[in-house]
């Protein structure tokens, strides 16, 4: 069976593509640059619910996604968290902070700031461009010469 | 030269000891049980500035952590952030939430609670609690015949 994401997750948020452990999609949020990191693996709620080997993997996609973000939105700071507390499916943020934002330098959780949504043309432009970022970061000349 | 931590880390918290990659300690505030977890790399504030090797480390560490904490404090959930706005030096919070904590179900960073110091006697009490949750953990049969 196919891996289904939380609705309260997918609803809030753009599918962008599915890495190996991860799918990732794009918080339908204009006030940062935002990534859902979403393990594929049906009812693991923590961290240490994943084998070794994917732990290691997600490891590695927090990691490529907070460099993509850095160098795809040119944020001051990569803030990366996993809480679940609403919504048990393990999921993980990973979104870029800037000196001149809302909430910096507390928390963005310390702030109530309105939801920006992307329009369409929007949305499928950051998408776009996230896709490109990807692809140019793994090397894949194909993606990079389009 | 030893690995240094940032002083607002090592004030705000209690040594417990040192794993492959973090300095782990216990953040001095009863409200939740809470570690930190400091990389002991110079100079490193993001996650993607890890090698991929340390990266992998720093995954099985924190989900080692948050087991920890599960497993001694029969947390509901665990939480783990990696922000840094304020203090640079890479660090992540793993701690244990609980549906009747004064934050739940938001993340602890949306309610202002005043922090409630350790005293010296639970301080040592609760820091060889955790060593011995970990050493046991690790299977150390030495310490869990202690």
Chains 1, 2 share one sequence.
Not at 20 to 46: A, F, H, I, Q, T
Not at 77 to 86: E, L, P, Q, S, Y
Request: hydrophobic residues 40%.
């Amino acid at each position: 069976m196919a891996f289904e994401m939380d609705e309260r997750l997918a609803g809030s948020s753009h599918f962008i593509e599915d890495w190996g452990l991860c799918r990732v999609s794009l918080k339908n949020d204009k006030n940062w640059p935002w990534l859902y990191l979403v393990p594929m693996r049906d009812g693991v709620s923590e961290i240490h619910e994943l084998s070794p080997e994917d732990c290691a993997l997600l490891a590695d996609e927090i990691a490529f996604a907070g460099a993509a973000i850095k160098k795809l939105y040119n944020a001051d700071k990569i803030n990366t968290a996993a809480f679940g507390n609403m919504v048990p499916q393990l999921h993980i943020h990973v979104f870029g902070r800037y000196k001149t934002d809302a909430a910096w330098p507390g928390a963005v959780w310390s702030v109530q700031t309105a939801e920006i949504p992307y329009t369409v043309d929007e949305k499928n432009t950051e998408i776009q461009k996230l896709k490109n970022c990807f692809a140019e970061m793994r090397g894949d000349k194909t993606a990079c010469q389009q």
